[in-house]
Structures are given as structure tokens and as C-alpha cells.
């Protein structure tokens, strides 16, 4: 049986330093700690790339990884309130505002494609294009469905505030009602962030707008 990590010592142990320490080069150790990597003495294998490094006995991942990871955290897709900058080339994932019906929310979590104004959005309908006609309240560039985040609602408490512009102020209050209730069912499903859902949903308590139900 062959063991790998044993040519990795060979080839790179000899040219380790005793001490790492952490250049200038725009990463603080502050933003690399949290991503698996600090300057210290200890010397151990990488989980991501295997090689063994020298740092802070604690430390997961070598510098390189630890930057690599860093950045892929920075890059990541992240929601996006109200329309401004959506594709309108292929499907993203949104919160879509529909207004209310008997046999649906308010506010659908969909797969389609916008239009420029975030006012038609086309979903697969059992193979069919079907335009939902309402507003998007935020998006998010990824495959697979999302589920509710504190960031989530934080883009959805972020369109709330602009909403008047396209509604008059008639739908504000309809989603805000929908996100309260979305917050308590990640409570009552006993959601890992369910505290912070909570308190970030009730931050559209401060917006100003019409709650009235004409
Ligand atoms: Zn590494």
C-alpha cells in the first residue's frame, strides 16, 4: 500500500520554516483565522491540499488554501434585493410577489427568468413557460433551491422599504405579514437560525409604510 503522504513530507518538509508569520499582503490574520489559518509554530498537513504547513497548532487549512477559501466566501452568490441586476438571460431563484390568491402565498419562492423590470417572471410550468406577473423581491444567482437565511430576509426587509415605488404601498404590508409567519414556521420547524430569522424579520416593524388592509 502506497502512502502518499509520505513523499508530500519528503518533497516539502525540508523547506518549512520554524515560524510562520503572516506577510503584508492584504489578508489580516483576522480575515483568514475564521477561513482555518494563523501564524504559528506547528507543523501538520493541510485538509485541502495535503501538504504539510507551519502555523498555529489550531490551524486547518495552509495559507494558500485559507486565502483560496476566503475569496470563494467573498465571491459567493448572496441574495440581492428588489430587481437591480438581475439576469434576464436565464433562471435565477426568487422571492416573487404575486399579491394574494386562495391557493397560494403572497410571496413564492420561484426558479425562472425576470424580465428587465422584475415585473414577469417565467417559470417552468410542466414543461411550459408560465409568466407570473407581480414583483421580484430578491434573487439569487444559484442551481439550487435556497432555503430561508437571515440574509434572505434581510433583502426581503430591504425591498420592503422601496416597495411604494412600484406598489403604491399596497404590498408592502402583504409581505411583511407573509415574512412574519415565514419567521415563526422557521421557529416552529425549529430552524438553526430561527433567533436571528425572528429579529431580522421584525426590523420591518421600522419601515413606514401603509399596513392598512383596504
Ligand atoms: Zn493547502
Known amino acids: ?27 489580516t490574520v483576522e480575515d483568514l483565522v475564521s ?27 495552509c495559507r494558500p488554501c485559507a486565502v483560496k477559501s476566503l475569496e470563494a466566501y467573498r ?35 420561484l426558479r425562472g427568468v425576470s424580465d428587465e ?16 406577473d407581480g414583483h421580484v423581491v430578491c434573487w439569487i444567482d444559484v442551481e439550487e433551491r435556497p432555503s430561508l437565511s437571515v440574509e434572505a430576509v434581510d433583502a426581503i426587509v430591504a425591498a420592503m422599504g422601496a416597495w411604494a415605488l412600484y406598489y403604491s404601498g399596497g404590498g408592502d404590508h402583504i ?3 407573509w415574512l412574519h409567519r415565514e419567521a415563526l414556521r422557521a421557529v ?8 436571528a430569522i425572528a429579529a431580522a424579520a421584525l426590523k420591518s416593524r421600522e419601515l413606514k409604510f401603509s399596513r392598512y388592509y383596504g
Open 1 to 27: 500500500m502506497t502512502q502518499p503522504w509520505k513523499d508530500r513530507i519528503f518533497t516539502n518538509l525540508g523547506t518549512l520554516p520554524l515560524r510562520s508569520e503572516n506577510p503584508d499582503d492584504g489578508y
Open 35 to 61: 477561513h482555518g489559518w494563523a501564524p504559528g509554530d506547528y507543523i501538520g498537513p493541510c485538509r485541502e491540499c495535503r501538504e504539510f504547513f507551519v502555523a498555529a497548532k489550531r490551524s486547518r487549512r
Open 75 to 109: 465571491n459567493r452568490p448572496t441574495w440581492r434585493s428588489g430587481h437591480d441586476g438581475i439576469p434576464t438571460d436565464r433562471p435565477v431563484w426568487a422571492y416573487f410577489y404575486v399579491g394574494t390568491s386562495i391557493d397560494e402565498g403572497p410571496v413564492l419562492l
Open 117 to 132: 423590470d422584475g415585473e414577469e417572471f417565467t417559470v417552468d410550468y410542466e414543461g411550459r413557460p408560465w409568466d407570473r
Open 175 to 177: 409581505v411583511e405579514d
Open 188 to 195: 416552529a420547524d425549529g430552524h438553526r437560525d430561527a433567533p
